[in-house]
């Protein structure tokens, strides 16, 4: 039977809400019509009473089979929005969260008081924290991985979107050549025996950008460390909820001198900020 967009929207927000919160498959809904079908709200608006093409229910049953697993809608559609840009996602990169605009909202406020030249983006991924610098300041930026995977998919976006960064491949501080001013990271954090508990859509994504041992501190420790070694003059790092004061004392014990943690919109400590 024929069906229009307006009621594939409700079928497709019921057929959502089976696994999401009202809420949220209303939202998801939403973003499966603007990103997926390019069908956007005012179009909807406009033209909700045309008919589906049996091309377009196919495409979205499919999608849904695999929305449905559990599967992420942005590894579905490959692409993540992060501070208004399209950032290409493969399963190699982790999904971009918005939460993470705070870090780089930090990095830009500390690196911009400090008057730096020099920073990097270590633990890259999709690359949205280096590209968004290197767009939005003067800076030289430097982004580093451990999967190349990961790096290949970040320099398609900085290549895309405009952004002069420098690449390189390896483990945490080592491959990035001095000087060092600024460091910016969303290392992994999650502590591996939290496994268990974290939503289906997280084990879509790379465990070497979700997990550290340690409780999930062993990178962001690693990383406060060798950044003091190098001579770095500041670190800022996304970090759990309920990791700032136990890396507080890490960072003071590492040799920085001004140590303080930020608050997401849900009060959680989110941002770590060490100061020479
Ligand atoms: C939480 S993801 C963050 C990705 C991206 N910066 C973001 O905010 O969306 C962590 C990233 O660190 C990388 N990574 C993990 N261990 C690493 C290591 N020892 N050295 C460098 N990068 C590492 C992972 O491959 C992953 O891309």
């Known amino acids: 039977m024929p069906i229009t967009?307006?009621?594939l929207r409700l079928d497709?927000?019921?057929?959502?809400a089976h696994f999401l919160e009202p809420e949220e498959?209303?939202?998801?809904?939403l973003r499966w019509f603007e990103d997926g079908l390019d069908w956007n709200r005012a179009k909807l608006a406009s033209r909700g009473d045309e008919t589906v093409t049996a091309v377009m229910r196919r495409q979205v049953g499919q999608w849904l089979r695999r929305r449905r697993v559990g599967e992420p809608w942005a590894y579905i559609i490959g692409f993540e929005r992060?501070?208004?840009?399209r950032f290409e996602v493969t399963k190699e990169t982790l999904i971009p969260r918005p939460e993470t605009e705070m870090v780089l909202d930090a990095a830009l406020e500390i690196g911009h008081r400090l008057g730096v030249n020099q920073v990097c983006d270590v633990g890259t991924g999709s690359g949205i924290l280096g590209i968004c610098m290197a767009l939005e300041t003067p800076w030289e930026v430097t982004a580093s991985d451990i999967?190349?995977?990961a790096l290949n998919v970040a320099k398609v976006n900085a290549e895309k979107l405009g952004a002069k960064i420098k690449f390189v491949h390896g483990d945490l501080l080592l491959p990035i050549p001095d000087p060092m001013e600024l460091l910016v990271s969303n290392p992994p954090y999650v502590d591996p025996a939290d496994a268990s508990t974290l939503q289906r859509e997280l084990s879509f994504e790379p465990t070497q950008a979700l997990f550290a041992e340690d409780k999930g501190l062993a990178l962001s420790t690693e990383i406060l460390k060798q950044a003091q070694t190098r001579g770095a003059r500041a670190v800022v790092l996304e970090i759990g909820a309920g990791q700032g004061p136990e890396l507080i004392e890490r960072a003071h014990s590492s040799g920085w001198k001004q140590v303080a943690t930020r608050q997401d919109w849900a009060g959680l400590d989110r941002i770590l900020i060490a100061l020479e």
């Open 12 to 16: 497709l927000a019921s057929a959502l």
């Open 5 to 7: 967009f307006s009621e």
């Open 147 to 149: 999967s190349q995977s």
């Open 25 to 29: 498959a209303s939202a998801e809904s």
């Open 82 to 85: 992060f501070r208004g840009h």
